[in-house]
């Protein structure tokens, strides 16, 4: 008979094992989208989303995720926040890799709470790095796309540190961030858009403002992700978050979570996203 110990001492052995191979591997998720409102030349259109990089290298100068983006040939890139993490100050890396994202195909930028805590000198820094890179910046602002003769929206809400943390760092009585904020700070949807906006927890009250498409990150999946149950804990410290990863709808809008690449994580593998979007005409 084998020893209960030695059982436990090999599952031990195997989850670690797994955990690590979970570590480095990057996932690509496939998902379809229908939007009502995608005009016909959009059906097909593809969007690469990267997320919550945070300090994680894969590869120099972040080979295997470069490797996949050229596999995917998206049409676009979006990098919904946290690319970096609050305490970096270097960003040559950051320039070499979003310098061969752009290569790729244009790369769309919104803000994460991690750059919105970066000292606005830095943050400055930051945003050089870039745009000397090629990414088109979305703070708080809106690209148009065209295809023949029709055109899509993609907008990237950059927030307010309040929605994430206390000046001190603590997550109690967070600020919310409601639809008459957003038309503040970005204005009336005109057409059909895609809205990058890094925290997806407020995606209740920013539904009303009628983005057909939202990409979000920040929740990493919940962390740990378990069966039947989904993700655990949010970065502000909260368990079992509403939003945490793959698609949600509410109302006419539609929300795209990717667990992202960086941070801690157990049963939930670092991924990229590619979402093909299809239209209903």
Same mark, same amino acid.
């Given at each position: 008979? !084998?020893?209960?110990?030695?059982?436990?001492?090999?599952?031990?052995?195997?989850? !670690?094992?797994?955990? /690590?191979?979970?570590?480095?591997? $990057?996932?690509?998720?496939?998902?379809?989208?229908?939007?009502?409102?995608?005009?016909?030349?959009?059906?097909?259109? =593809?969007?690469?989303?990267?997320?919550?990089?945070?300090?994680?290298?894969?590869?120099? %100068?972040?080979?295997?995720?470069?490797?996949?983006?050229?596999?995917?040939?998206?049409?676009?890139?979006?990098?919904?926040?946290?690319?970096? &993490?609050?305490?970096?100050?270097?960003?040559?890396?950051?320039?070499?890799?979003?310098?061969?994202? *752009?290569? !790729?195909?244009?790369?769309?930028?919104?803000?994460? %709470?991690?750059?919105?805590?970066?000292?606005?000198?830095?943050?400055?820094? +930051?945003? &050089?790095?870039?745009?000397?890179? @090629?990414?088109?910046?979305?703070?708080? *602002?809106?690209?148009?796309? *065209?295809?023949?003769? #029709? =055109?899509?929206?993609?907008?990237?809400?950059?927030?307010?540190?309040?929605? +994430?943390?206390?000046? %001190?760092?603590?997550?109690?009585?967070?600020?919310? +961030?409601?639809?008459?904020?957003?038309? #503040?700070? /970005?204005?009336?949807?005109?057409?059909?858009?895609?809205?990058?906006?890094?925290?997806?927890? $407020?995606?209740?009250?920013? *539904?009303?403002?009628?983005?057909?498409?939202?990409?979000? @990150?920040?929740?990493?999946?919940?962390?740990?992700?378990?069966?039947?149950?989904?993700?655990?804990? =949010?970065?502000?410290?909260?368990?079992?978050?509403?939003?945490?990863?793959?698609?949600?709808?509410?109302?006419?809008?539609?929300? +795209?979570?990717?667990?992202?690449? @960086?941070?801690?994580?157990?049963?939930?593998?670092?991924? $990229?996203?590619?979402?093909?979007?299809?239209? $209903?005409?």
């Amino acid at each position: 008979m !084998i020893p209960v110990i030695f059982l436990i001492f090999i599952l031990v052995f195997v989850l !670690i094992i797994y955990l /690590i191979i979970e570590h480095m591997t $990057i996932v690509v998720r496939r998902q379809s989208i229908t939007l009502d409102e995608l005009p016909p030349e959009f059906d097909g259109f =593809s969007v690469l989303q990267i997320s919550d990089l945070h300090h994680r290298k894969f590869g120099e %100068n972040q080979r295997k995720i470069t490797e996949h983006a050229a596999a995917l040939n998206p049409d676009i890139i979006a990098i919904t926040g946290d690319l970096i &993490s609050r305490d970096q100050r270097d960003f040559t890396s950051i320039y070499e890799f979003c310098s061969s994202l *752009s290569a !790729i195909a244009p790369v769309y930028f919104s803000l994460g %709470n991690h750059e919105l805590d970066l000292p606005d000198e830095i943050r400055s820094q +930051y945003f &050089s790095a870039l745009e000397s890179a @090629g990414v088109n910046l979305l703070l708080n *602002s809106t690209c148009t796309i *065209s295809r023949g003769k #029709s =055109s899509i929206d993609i907008t990237g809400a950059s927030l307010d540190l309040s929605v +994430y943390h206390s000046e %001190n760092f603590t997550y109690n009585h967070l600020n919310t +961030y409601s639809v008459s904020l957003l038309m #503040s700070d /970005i204005g009336v949807r005109q057409r059909c858009t895609i809205l990058l906006m890094h925290n997806p927890l $407020i995606f209740d009250s920013i *539904s009303l403002w009628n983005a057909d498409l939202i990409l979000s @990150g920040h929740v990493h999946g919940g962390v740990v992700r378990l069966p039947f149950i989904g993700g655990i804990l =949010s970065p502000e410290r909260k368990f079992f978050p509403k939003y945490t990863k793959g698609l949600y709808i509410s109302g006419c809008s539609k929300l +795209y979570v990717s667990a992202g690449l @960086g941070k801690l994580r157990f049963f939930n593998p670092p991924e $990229i996203n590619l979402l093909t979007l299809k239209s $209903i005409h």
